[in-house]
DNA sequence: AATGAATGAGGATTCATTCAT
DNA sequence: AATGAATGAATCCTCATTCAT
């Protein structure tokens, strides 16, 4: 018996990702993705139940993977400013340094193909929210909702990120700065 | 020579945005769209060169809708902020009034399909974007670019729109306003 | 428009009928059965559903057009055995003469694809019902029923021919006659 | 070197069997039988070359217990109709207590699949075949063919008892008993 | 203008089989 | 002997589009 080849998994996934960013949903086939990953169609089946399963285990990667990333250097003895900068430049950090990844999980998300699949609900997404909850308590953060925290704080910052990352905008070090204290008046008392 | 018949244009355009909000982009065929529209496929290249050619003008068409509405009540004798409180809130209205259409483009929106079709270099926008700079002008708004300007005004609201459609949340009349000021403070000097 | 061409729908049907006989239903495809009809594989979708809807479709016409011949020159003046002898002999000779299309049937009513689909309930076998049924009343035929009837009558004839027909005996008219006083005999008081 | 594994061998027939009949032929895949039969695929070709093998195999594995099982009780000291009775009992009894394995045996007899592969030829009918003869000689049978003797005699039963399997007919032991005589006296001067 | 028929290309998925362990 | 991984070929079917009317 052979043993699953990581290298093969990994491929489709990578494949996958950058076709769907490159060229859509729509025109991102099971055979396509198998061709750019240098496998045979039949192979993605050994590690995937059907595309729905591949593009829903791609998403969850993803996200996961971007979690990990957005709270390296995080911990819960740092005043809350410290944490909530740390995070927004890891997030515009991973954003840039991964922009495939980043333009497929934007797309995916605006897709009905995950309606259900919310943000917060996910496990490795919890320190965020409890790095809110925390500012809230020290009155450091507005009595606002989790949503309209996210609203004014990540939700630019995507949009930002998205327009630099298609060459309609230059988001430099600077303008990133300037964006962050918005943001970071918006949300605080 | 007959004309075009509007009817069937209107018919094609309302079941493609349909079918393509509620089941994306990859599961809506020109057959489906004939079928939901009460019409052959053949017809729709009457109306349409092809399928990419219908996209875009369901996008433009849209966009177009909403743009209209969105500058309803305005005029450039209003104060700035009264024009902008009515745009926030014809966007609102638009939005939960259309919750199709208003899917529809930020599925459309976050494709790679029209990666190169900017919002405000639509001629139907200019208005916003002039309203934008009389208010720099006038030292209303913070010396902030557009797409900062937009990040901390339509993001937001937007995203909020999105889950509360999603049914995630409820964006009442009062969580509205909140995100109004909040949004407001945010670029106003 | 076009209108459907009845000779496409033939050739669709006469190739599947003919691939099925000689290669069976599992090494049948859609496409060979395009390929075979002269026409393209989506081509066959115009005139059916789907596979199992050409196949169900296929049988009942080779049955409907096999009862047509079958009651070829019976009407319920002539007394009884005249009848049954008409019948008797047609049968015999339809599927001497249609051996593909006899063939087909037989495959397929063995097949767990239609076990629900009984003979005698089709339309098109009714007068041979009745038939029967008024045999038994002129005290003709035994007071048996209408399965141990076709048990001892069609049963072994078209064992026969089957027999026949893959060259494994030889049913000439003699052999037929002395089959046709066996069956006679048995079902007669 | 170990020996193959009779259980196993077992369970791919028996699962093999078990879903042509309730499936069909072409909804049969290897796969199926080996997820069915508990074992790798792979496993099913150390012991059947290829799939025409197992099918043949699986065949002519049922016919020899089937004919093995018809003839319990026979020997060529008994009056002929004694063992013909005896006979007709056991088929009856065989295919009502394996109505899987009988219903397998009917559809591989009808598809072209074995078209060669004739009923008496095989070794282990050869007691049935004699059986006949002797009754020939005897002046017991009529003097037809064999093909016409089981054209009246088991083609009859294998009718009713497929119908009683199905469920449209119940061939209890009198309705068995009436169709014997029927039988009987059809071959017998 | 409008349309159902027609189609080659391609869609997702499963096939029978072999490979490597 | 036994097996899960791996696969090219084939499966059914749908696609975007064009044709003929």
Redesign the interface.
Known sequence: MRHKDDNKNQAICDAAIELI??????DTSMSKIAKAANVSPATIYVYFENKEDLLNKLYLFVKQEMSAELLNGVNSNQPIEESFKIIWNNFYNYAVENPIRF?FT??F?????I?NC?WESMEFFRPLVELFERGKQQKVF?D??L??F???TF??????IK?HL?G??VLDKK?LE??YE??W???TN
């Open positions: 960013t490159k060229n859509g949903f729509a333009a934007e797309q998300a605006n897709s009905p193909m309606a919310r507005k606002i909702s949503e309209i996210k609203a004014f939700a630019p910052l995507m949009g930002l327009e298609n309609e905008i303008a300037t964006t918005i943001a008046d918006a949300i």
